[in-house]
T-cell receptor, first 110, second 112 residues
Framework: ELKVEQNPLFLSMQEGKNYTIYCNYS?????LYWYRQDPGKSLESLFV?????AVKQEGRLMASLDTKARLSTLHITAAVHDLSATYFC??????????FGKGTRLSVIA | DAGITQSPRHKVTETGTPVTLRCHQT?????MYWYRQDPGHGLRLIHY???????DKGEVSDGYSVSRSKTEDFLLTLESATSSQTSVYFC???????????FGSGTRLTVV
């Protein structure tokens, strides 16, 4: 059974600081997704990582995938308040539904 | 340009009553999913469909049933609602099994 673990689950960051969210998974997979959810809203796709070593960047967010370590990271650079949200990773095993982590609730404070 | 809509958006119901949530898509995607979201649990799969009349259970399927009689609609039914089914329910669609999802806006269900 695939297990997906995110850490930390809660993160309070100061504006301007850098931080990394980690997503570990228990079974080999080479496809992983990151989603963002604002309070009371739905989930929006952030990044699609489809191979080992994949790196995607958008604005202050950068996601990477290491399939050998079964690890994806979401790096936040110089955080701003607008990045406050909950971030989910989800692992794709191919022919089965995505398995989601529990989410990381990020709060960026001045 | 939603492509996927859920109804109702909010519902309050009494324990023991049946409840049906609807997910409607205009993308002609093959795969449709129902998840529930609860604090501390993230998103957990209830049921999913890989085609008309083809459905399968997820990790938290007890107390729920689904139907998909046409490509665009996926219905989730709580046969007899319980307080433990108070949650936010999300529907998602996918063109293939491995391309990530597009989510609906969610249904907030409260069972009193």
């Amino acid at each position: 059974e695939l297990k997906v673990e995110q850490n930390p689950l809660f993160l309070s960051m100061q504006e301007g600081k850098n931080y990394t969210i980690y997503c570990n998974y228990s079974t080999t997979s080479d496809r992983l997704y990151w989603y963002r959810q604002d309070p009371g809203k739905s989930l929006e796709s952030l990044f699609v990582l489809l191979s080992n070593g994949a790196v995607k960047q958008e604005g202050r967010l950068m996601a990477s995938l290491d399939t050998k370590a079964r690890l994806s990271t979401l790096h936040i650079t110089a955080a701003v308040h607008d990045l406050s949200a909950t971030y989910f990773c989800a692992v794709d095993m191919g022919n089965t539904p995505l398995v989601f982590g529990k989410g990381t609730r990020l709060s960026v404070i001045a | 340009d939603a492509g996927i809509t859920q109804s109702p958006r909010h519902k309050v119901t009494e324990t023991g009553t049946p409840v049906t949530l609807r997910c409607h898509q205009t993308e002609n995607h093959r795969y449709m999913y129902w998840y529930r979201q609860d604090p501390g649990h993230g998103l957990r799969l209830i049921h999913y469909s890989y085609g008309v009349k083809d459905t399968d259970k997820g990790e938290v399927s007890d107390g729920y049933s689904v139907s998909r009689s046409k490509t665009e609609d996926f219905l989730l039914t709580l046969e007899s609602a319980t307080s433990s089914q108070t949650s936010v329910y999300f529907c998602a669609i996918s063109a293939t099994g491995g391309r990530g999802y597009t989510f609906g806006s969610g249904t907030r269900l409260t069972v009193v």
